[in-house]
């Protein structure tokens, strides 16, 4: 499995599974059993998404050894703060039952910047028990980030942010900013929900490379140094995805992606 670096001296794999919608119970189960099958790593749940039971069971049963696995969980935009933030991560690693949490997100930054300070606090000292191996945020922009700086020595790991050809453009410069300061960007939503499937430009470019859609679009998240991590319900397409690692997209493709509007 490929991997990248994160700014705790671990890896993170280079592209994961995403669990935004899969139902708690068989639908959640059985995805992420495929995905592990399939050859994922990284699985990514949030506590928002109802399903860590289910997902905590299938990484514990997948027959693959818990260091071998990366388990991203996300703190609620209803627990941001201190206390509540201590509290929601005890939840969700008890739900989970894996033991320890690869790396834990404030989910959202809501709009309390005492409420932010105070929850990155909290994953400091979570960080700094082990019980989870990496923090980090999602949907930050550039003057959160700037904002996390100026009160905490421990910078995020990781800024996941939706980042698909759709909203290239307006988040170039939070890529560029994140990739100056070691963090790694999580792209979420890479196939833009599955709508970026139908562009010519990208069903043009997968004829050529006799990929499928979804494996070029991948392939542009992976060339722009991101950490995508689509999601799907259906077994063959959770297996095309992580395909991605035999084909490169030259210049001229890169940039005809970036431009699709
Ligand atoms: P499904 O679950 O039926 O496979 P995103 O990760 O950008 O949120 O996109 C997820 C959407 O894209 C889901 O609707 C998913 O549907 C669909 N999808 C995921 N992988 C593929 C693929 N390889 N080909 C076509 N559609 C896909």
Redesign the pocket.
């Known amino acids: 499995m490929y991997v990248k670096k994160l700014n705790t001296g671990t890896t993170i794999p280079a592209i994961g599974f995403?669990t935004w919608q899969l139902a708690e119970g068989v639908e959640a189960r059985e995805a992420v059993k495929n995905a592990i099958h399939s050859g994922y790593r990284l699985i990514d749940t949030a506590a928002i998404y109802g399903n860590e039971i289910s997902v905590g069971d299938s990484v514990c049963n997948s027959g693959v050894s818990r260091g071998a696995l990366f388990v991203t969980t996300k703190l609620g935009r209803g627990d941001l703060g201190y206390k509540t933030a201590r509290l929601a991560f005890e939840t969700s690693l008890h739900k989970l039952g894996v033991g320890y949490i690869d790396l834990y997100l404030i989910h959202w930054p809501g709009t309390d910047p005492r409420a932010r300070k105070d929850s990155w606090r909290a994953l400091g000292e979570i960080y700094k028990t082990g019980k989870a191996k990496a923090i980090g945020v999602s949907n930050y922009e550039i003057s959160h980030l700037k904002e996390a700086a100026s009160y905490s020595d421990i910078m995020p790991a990781v800024n996941q942010i939706e980042f698909?050809p759709y909203n290239y453009q307006q988040q170039k410069e939070l890529l560029e900013y994140c990739n100056e300061h070691g963090i790694v960007v999580e792209a979420y939503?890479?196939?833009?929900?599955?709508e970026i499937?139908e562009e010519p430009v990208v069903k043009k470019i997968s004829t050529s490379h006799r990929k499928?859609e979804?494996q070029v679009v991948l392939r542009w998240a992976l060339q722009h140094n991101t950490v995508p991590i689509?999601?799907?319900?259906?077994p063959d397409?959770i297996k095309?995805?992580i395909d991605v690692f035999d084909f490169e997209l030259n210049e001229r493709e890169m940039e005809l992606i970036d431009s699709i509007k």
């Open positions: 995403g698909h939503s890479p196939l833009a929900r599955g499937l499928s979804a689509p999601k799907s319900g259906n397409r095309q995805n």
